[in-house]
């Protein structure tokens, strides 16, 4: 009889074994918590690196849709990319006869070295002079004394073209509208300020009232 009261678990083992059978259930439950977020979690799309999804595009919804420019979808076609005559520069005058570029170099009327505003073409004086892009005339002047006879002409995107040496056309004033190619005068004989490199017209191009290289829109000299 002791002995089988000897065997018989007390009171503080069974205690002990269902401490542990909770701790174990506790244990059991977490992971399969853990378990569940993790499938969950993986189930998601992540988000586009670049800003999300498109639902216009099934087969990659990573990828916008952009049919005007399907290289780079992201970006939309160069909106300052010329599309008519507004922007398309043409040389002013028919025989491209360049003689002196946007440089420094020596001066022969002035017979010294400085800076040359704009681009020379020579031509024999009565020559046509043609506007070099889509613009308004913004002024006129016959007698200057320095550069004879000068067309201003604004043009978009704060461009300015100047033509001087030239006999304007006794039409053209200020708020006439030109398109590229039009004759808006004549070379004139030499005259003012170089006079010593003989006729020709003195062409110059503004960006922003600044003055600035002719060639960056005629690119004639690279060819």
């Keep these: 009889m002791k002995d089988k009261e000897k065997t018989k678990p007390t009171k503080k083992k069974i205690l002990t074994y269902y401490l542990i059978l909770a701790a174990c259930l506790l244990v059991i439950?977490?992971?399969?918590?853990?378990?569940?977020?993790?499938?969950?979690?993986?189930?998601?799309?992540?988000p586009s690196i670049?800003?999300?999804?498109?639902?216009?595009?099934?087969?990659n919804p990573d990828k916008p849709d952009?049919?005007?420019?399907?290289?780079?979808?992201?970006?939309?076609?160069?909106?300052d990319k010329p599309t008519n005559s507004q922007?398309?520069?043409?040389?002013?005058?028919?025989?491209?006869?360049?003689?002196?570029?946007?440089v420094f170099g020596y001066d022969?009327?002035?017979d010294k070295y400085c800076h040359h505003e704009g681009m020379d073409f020579s031509c024999e004086a009565g020559s046509e002079v043609m506007a070099a892009v889509d613009g308004t005339v913004k002024s006129v002047a016959t007698d200057d004394r320095l550069y004879g006879g000068v067309v201003t002409i604004e043009h978009a995107n704060g461009i300015v073209t100047v033509y001087k040496f030239i006999d304007p056309n006794e039409n053209l004033k200020e708020g006439t509208k030109v398109n590229?190619?039009?004759?808006?005068?004549?070379?004139a004989k030499a005259?003012?300020?170089?006079?010593?490199?003989?006729?020709?017209?003195?062409?110059?191009?503004m960006k922003n009232n600044?003055?600035?290289?002719?060639?960056?829109?005629?690119?004639i000299i690279s060819k």
């Design 108 to 110: 022969k009327t002035l």
């Design 191 to 205: 005259t003012g300020s170089e006079n010593a490199d003989g006729d020709h017209l003195h062409f110059e191009v």
């Design 87 to 102: 922007y398309e520069f043409i040389v002013p005058v028919k025989d491209v006869n360049l003689t002196k570029a946007y």
């Design 50 to 59: 670049n800003g999300g999804g498109n639902t216009d595009n099934p087969d």
């Design 29 to 46: 439950a977490a992971v399969t918590v853990g378990v569940v977020f993790a499938v969950k979690n993986n189930s998601v799309t992540p």
């Design 66 to 79: 952009n049919p005007d420019n399907p290289d780079n979808p992201d970006k939309p076609d160069n909106p």
């Design 210 to 219: 600044e003055l600035t290289d002719p060639d960056e829109y005629l690119d």
């Design 180 to 187: 590229r190619g039009d004759v808006i005068g004549k070379v």
